[in-house]
């Protein structure tokens, strides 16, 4: 009883160890640098747009709605996707996209490993590309270019391919922090999209780089929300959180309909008999043309989404987002160029809100688009957390949470239902992988060694005759042979394994002295399982091993046999999962004291 007690004191809630210390240390530092690479970033993307639109040198962010370039304006985004095109092809193509499928992409399949020259030519040429009027947000460049500093960092230091991941993902979330003063939500999109893992060992070091960028924010680029508004109030009536569940199916239907043109546009532009490098430059004729029509739909647009959350935007303000902004995003999205997401998703969100709010019931200025654009986030990018804390910590109304909720919660589940893959995910489906977002505990976890062993097995006996040898290697038709044999004494303690391919080997070539030569084949140090062992602990050790079939034994110096395990039981946990998922049973019945019909013949009476 006290080995066994002793032995489920060791099995903790996580597996963290000292070592998340040094990690963390490394992310507070990665935190720090990331705020002033948004600095960076936002001074360069203000610097371009005074550059192309305004002829002058400023690194003030300003709107390129207000040029006085006239018909000129098709020009300049043509130009700045040329430039994109050059740097992608002659430098790196990484730069292309909007940034956070790449830096998945460099989780999975890279080793968590970004080559130093994209951390320079990403934030460029999102720079550019934003500058020169690209419908984009600094966010996504910003999410990789942190990640590629966090990676860069990670890179020179002793670390595992885990490590790095986790600094990586820290470099990620402290740009975002640092770009939106978001700290929270951006914990959740390292943990919804990012880390593919919920444990302390990440999630520590990862919050830390997050709070040292928002920290450190407030003395580079001030203090958020960066859109405020006028706080709703806390309670909304039936009629509201109905009109709530009519915003989560229209953001998720806007949700549908972005992705599919999104990937619409770059198919078309797969079909095209020229080199990718033009792409962007013939997408920067579509933006040149809606910049001209509509130029509100031209950069980041950060002025527009305060005009749609403060509740003063027009109609036209509304249609043009809606109509021109989404055309040119989805087309220019889709021609390879360089850009961000969640700024163009929160326009075009808010302008949803915006034409709800004049049929909705009235909840105050700014609610319906406030509403929308979570859930557009929700919806698009399949990441309900961080949909519902990113609006809350970009507006502080904390009034917001209850509507949020149930807005985001039915775009998320509407596209999960309608879409295989979100606008994320589908760039990397692209490529060749698959990628499932899904976070369970592993079956493995939750069962023991003693549940999936077989105890009906042939252990031989040290001395075992050659007529015994024989016969252990006779195949049951219900259970197949037996590959492994543990030898024991009389007491059943085990002194060693055998394998079969050994013992039929003994029994062909040594059928007068089977029992010494039993003796030369023994294995006496064999890898042992504990019947109170959880089974991700053996499949652990059978990799490590390569082994995959322990004998199981008692805990103790006895080493008393209970039975064996392979690889093939392991296979049990699976099949109980999906047992559980699959099987439907009712649990309770509904049971009458007396049958309907009796009671009736008994009333006629």
Not at 136 to 152: D, H, K, Q, R, V
Not at 441 to 454: G, N, Q
């Amino acid at each position: 009883m006290r080995e066994r007690q002793s032995v489920f004191s060791e099995l903790g809630d996580f597996t963290a160890t000292p070592r998340v210390l040094t990690i963390s240390a490394l992310a507070v530092g990665i935190g720090f640098v990331a705020s002033y690479v948004a600095l960076a970033l936002l001074r360069l993307i203000g610097l371009f747009t005074n550059l192309f639109f305004y002829q002058r040198w400023s690194t003030e962010l300003v709107s390129p709605a207000g040029n006085t370039l006239g018909w000129m304006v098709l020009l300049v985004p043509v130009v700045g996707g040329i430039i994109i095109g050059l740097m992608a092809r002659y430098g790196s193509d990484r730069i292309r996209g909007h940034g956070i499928p790449e830096a998945i992409e460099a989780i999975l399949i890279n080793g968590s490993r970004v080559e130093p020259k994209v951390a320079v030519l990403k934030p460029i040429s999102a720079a550019i590309s934003i500058g020169s009027g690209g419908p984009f947000g600094a966010e996504g460049p910003i999410i990789l270019t942190g990640g590629a500093i966090g990676s860069l960092i990670a890179q020179f230091f002793h670390l595992t391919s885990a490590e790095r991941k986790t600094l990586l993902v820290a470099g990620a979330a402290a740009g975002m922090s640092a770009t939106f003063a978001a700290p929270v939500a951006s914990v959740l999109l390292a943990v919804e999209l990012l880390l593919f893992e919920w444990k302390p060992r990440s999630m520590v070091p990862v919050a830390l780089a997050s709070a040292t960028a928002a920290a450190s924010r407030r003395y580079v680029l001030g203090l958020g929300p960066i859109f405020p508004v006028t706080p709703h109030p806390i309670y909304i009536g039936p009629e509201g959180l109905a009109a709530c569940v009519a915003a989560g199916v229209l953001a998720g239907v806007l949700s549908v309909l972005l992705t599919q043109a999104v990937y619409a546009a770059e198919d078309g532009f797969m079909k095209l008999p020229i080199h990718w490098m033009w792409w962007p430059a013939i997408g920067g004729v579509v933006i040149g043309a809606g910049g001209l029509i509509f130029p509100q739909a031209l950069g980041v647009g950060y002025d527009t989404i305060a005009s749609l959350l403060q509740g003063t935007a027009t109609t036209r303000m509304i249609v043009g987002v809606l109509v021109v902004k989404s055309i040119i995003w989805s087309f220019s999205l889709g021609s390879g160029t360089s850009g961000g997401v969640l700024a163009p998703l929160l326009m075009m969100g808010g302008a949803l809100g915006g034409l709800e709010a004049m049929v909705f019931p009235a909840e105050g200025a700014g609610f319906w688009p406030l509403v929308s654009m979570g859930a557009i986030l929700g919806g698009t990018m399949r990441s309900p957390f961080t949909g519902v804390v990113f609006a809350l910590e970009l507006t502080h109304d904390v009034n917001m949470l209850l509507p949020l909720l149930v807005a985001v919660t039915i775009a998320h589940g509407f596209t999960v239902l309608v879409l295989e893959r979100s606008i994320l995910t589908e760039k990397v489906a692209r490529r060749g992988y698959h990628l499932s977002r899904e976070y369970s505990v592993d079956p493995l976890e939750i069962l023991f060694t003693r549940e999936v062993m077989r105890s009906n097995i042939v252990a031989l006996p040290a001395g075992a005759p050659y007529d015994t040898l024989v016969e252990s290697l006779r195949v049951d038709p219900a259970k197949g042979p037996q590959h492994l044999y543990p030898v024991v004494d009389g007491d059943l303690q085990v002194i060693g394994v055998v394998t079969r391919m050994d013992l039929q080997r003994l029994v062909e070539m040594a059928p007068g002295n089977a029992v010494r030569q039993l003796a030369e084949v023994l294995r006496t140090e064999p890898i042992f399982a504990h019947p109170d062992e959880p089974l991700r602990v053996i499949v652990h050790r059978m990799a490590d091993t390569g082994l995959t079939r322990f004998p199981v034994v008692e805990r103790g110096d006895g080493r008393r046999l209970l039975g064996m395990i392979a690889l093939d039981d392991l296979l049990k946990a699976r099949v109980r999962s999906l047992e559980a998922e699959r099987r439907r049973e009712r649990v309770l019945r509904v049971r009458f004291p007396f049958a309907f019909g009796s009671r009736a013949a008994e009333t006629e009476r």
